[in-house]
């Protein structure tokens, strides 16, 4: 896509002291059932650019959403846990932040929350998903949403393929509307990588289901000079192959396709490198009988779980030359103990040539993300991304609305 947006640091203390500013960022973290948060790293994410606003004199008011909810506000989807963990985390740089948190996300409460705020200020408003109108993009809520404030900053990444009141509407009514820094990184390393990466470049696309990664595939193919296929959408490729596949996970409706991306790559002089071997269960369990056998040889009764050790030999073999490497999805069961050691074995792979080689190694995608998490090499990466499904779009090259109506830089 090529985006070249403006951001926070384009903006001085002369634009920012004494501004209201809105930042939408993605404060859409996982709960336990007494609503503690579990990971907070999308709340870390966005500290950089809250504490960039706030030392230029900014009252700053976040928003964000924070799961689905039905009918308006419910208890266990309040962003309340976040503004408390928010000043904690901004405490470690800063003596005592409070962060204001306004049980609305507009109206009265809001205005008068930032009425009385001083600059240098925090303020977290309400789950703005407990109004409907904030997934239809409602322009009535759109300027309600935007009316008390000054400029806009979007460091919601995960969001921004979402055309929503608070990643899209907003950015048309507040001027500057800019990228915070996460986001801005987000562009940098994803955009970046697809628009003008380094070669040879290779994408390892995996994951359960071809249906979901299909075009993701097609449009990488045009990109990449390599690509590797894992998880249980290799059955749907090995299927179009001709291959039997005992009781292994199939798309049947997506056979021909993948045959079509099989052709296709040959057609580009492109290289896909599906598994040769395929450690495959006799039950979908954590505790299920196992064997390691030929991809082309699964027998009757057997699912695939995870790829083998020579797949993940050879794996290693094929990016060895790579400059540029994005990987989207587990090559496996990885949750599963027994089906792990394919996905911890690629990302072992992606950390030693990111040392060694300085090849740009980005990660996108929850279960990505992860079992580089699990692995303990996240830091080893070059970059890991945010976002699930706003990093797949980006890759698709499909123009995210929440960044396309930022400001241009």
Known sequence: MGYNKKSVSDLSESDLKGKKVLVRCDLNVPLDDKCNITDDTRIRGSVRTIEYLTANG?????????????????????????AVRL???????????DVTFVSDCIGDKVSAAIKDAINGEVIMLENTRFYKEETKNDPDFVAKLAEPFDLFVNDAFGSAHRAHASTEGVAKLLSPAVCGYLLAKELEYLDGAVSKGEKPMAAIVGGSKVSSKITVLEALLDKC????????????????QGHSVGTSLVEDDFVDMAKAVLDKAKGLNKTILLPSDIVVADDFSPDANTQVVKADAIPDGWMGLDQGPDATKEQEDFLSDCKTVIMNGPMGVFEFEKFNKGTFGLVETLAKITKENGAVTIIGGGDSVAAC???GLAGEMSHISTGGGASLELLEGKVLPGVAALADA
């Open 58 to 82: 900014a009252i700053v008011v976040v928003c964000s959403h924070l799961g689905r909810p039905k009918d308006g506000p419910e208890d266990k989807f309040s962003l309340a846990p976040c």
């Open 225 to 240: 000079d390599k690509i590797i296929i894992g998880g249980g959408m290799v059955f749907t490729f090995l299927r179009a």
């Open 87 to 97: 000043g904690e985390l901004l405490s470690d740089q800063y003596e005592d932040v």
């Open 373 to 375: 998490e699990q692995s």
